[in-house]
């Protein structure tokens, strides 16, 4: 009993590795566009999270065949919460890929002078540090 716990647990674990390497490889040319598309990241998350938890409650039920209370028991309180942390670290996970320092060098690249001088201007103290000398150059506008 006591095995078939830690087995469901361990899927659980299995499950969330599996969905932060997807995280890693997902979505490259959107994390390079000048807005975070938020909404197509929370349906890559969601698919996959429902997917992930799907999978957990056949194998929950595989396992615990012979005690369905025990299946229940597992699939409403690991099953049910994991949905919402799962698909909140995902989430939090395609938003710091979006942030990763090579992507604002690609959207700042692709931006012009005043769009680039306000992303600039926007950056917290210890993300526009990190940003090579080039990069941090903010020109002012000049009166005319």
């Not at 006591?2 to 932060?20: N, P, S």
């Not at 919402?84 to 979006?98: E, H, I, K, P, V």
Request: aromatic share 12%; hydrophobic share 50%; glycine share 4%.
């Amino acid at each position: 009993m006591v095995e078939r716990i830690a087995l469901a647990i361990g899927y659980e674990v299995a499950a969330t590795i599996f969905l932060l390497g997807i995280c890693k490889r997902v979505g490259q040319a959107k994390f390079q566009e000048k807005s975070y598309d938020w909404l197509y990241f929370l349906r890559i998350a969601m698919a996959c999270v429902l997917a992930a938890q799907i999978g957990f409650v056949i194998w929950v039920s595989a396992l615990f065949w012979n005690q369905h209370s025990m299946a229940v028991g597992l699939t409403a309180l690991i099953g049910i919460p994991m949905v919402l942390f799962l698909t909140m670290l995902m989430m939090r996970s395609f938003a710091d890929s979006y942030r990763a320092i090579p992507n604002l060098i690609h959207r700042l690249e692709q931006m012009n002078p005043e769009e680039r001088e306000q992303t600039l201007e926007a950056l917290p103290p210890e993300t526009f540090l990190q940003l090579p000398g080039d990069y941090r150059f903010v020109s002012k506008k000049s009166d005319r």
